[in-house]
């Protein structure tokens, strides 16, 4: 069973065989291809003796232009232009000059001059001067551009910097007293909560045009506050901020809007904040049932509503 398995697999037809060959000879031949380009693929031939001569005529003229400013030249070893100066310095003539004692704060451009000082030096320091530079000890020479460390060293022992005498105040006499400044103290005038717009409001410490538009639009909403510590309920007012405004709100005029409960609709009643849908709907809903109220004190017989809710919510409710 096993050779006759293997046979089926292992033997080929003619065809096949013949294709077998066909794809060795054809994988040889691109395997071997790439050794014959350069006999059909010419070679491009470089001159060497060509670049070494554009070498040499670098490095001449290389040198001849060292001849009249500076030589550069290259290190085979370590392969870095490195700076030479040129033999023609023109520090090469060194100004002689009579030396004196002098404070450099106050010489002159002829002075420096016959310090042996260069005549555009001396026109630098006189610069320095003019533009509020000084000189503050003898060592601040360096600090002029120009002037080269062997006239510095040279000047050195000659700089005498007159040091001015302290300013003496004791005698001075004032005309006037001296004044201590006094921060001013603002006053913050009192809010009456049922007449005030939002302006009196942001007067308040911790009250911005967000809490003045909250507490006006609360105020709306409820008819008329009839209590200052109403306004602790505005929403999103920190407790800590009402406290600190409580003493500055008043109230003058309590007369608030009224809700008839007996011809008032669910919607015109859930309106009110104190209201709101469920107690509205449930004081219709008492008043279908068993007629209209006598006394806003009937709604105590409604289970919603509860002595906390009556509370506050009965100055504004009426009955008509």
Known sequence: MLKRYLADWLNFTRKERLGIIVVFILIVFFLTLPFFFHY???????????????????????????????????????????????????????????????????????????????????????????????????????????????????????????????????NVKTSEPYKTYEKPKYTIAAVNINDSDTSAFIALPGIGSKLANRIIAFREKLGGFYSINQVAETFALPDSTFQKI???????????????????????????????????????????????FSSVNDLKKIMLITDDIFNKVVPYLVVR
């Open 40 to 170: 059909f693929i010419p070679q491009k031939k470089y001159d060497h003796n060509k670049f070494a001569d554009e070498i040499a005529s670098l490095s001449i003229k290389q040198q001849d232009s060292s001849a009249n400013y500076a030589s550069r030249n290259f290190d085979e070893n370590n392969y870095q232009n490195y700076y030479q100066p040129s033999e023609k310095n023109y520090y090469s003539k060194k100004l002689k000059g009579e030396l004196f004692y002098f404070d450099p704060n106050t010489l002159s451009v002829e002075g420096w001059k016959k310090l042996g000082i260069r005549e555009k030096t001396a026109n630098t320091i006189r610069n320095y001067i003019l533009k509020g530079g000084k000189f503050y000890k003898p060592e601040d020479l360096g600090k002029i551009w120009g002037l080269h460390d062997d006239e510095i060293q040279r000047l050195l022992p000659y700089v005498r910097i007159e040091a001015k005498p302290a300013a003496d105040y004791s």
């Open 246 to 292: 409580k003493d500055k709100l008043v109230i003058t005029n309590t007369e608030v809007k009224t809700l008839n409960i007996n011809s008032g609709t669910v919607d015109e009643l859930k309106q009110h904040p104190y209201l709101r849908y469920n107690i509205a709907n449930a004081i219709v809903q008492y008043r279908t049932q068993h007629g209209n």
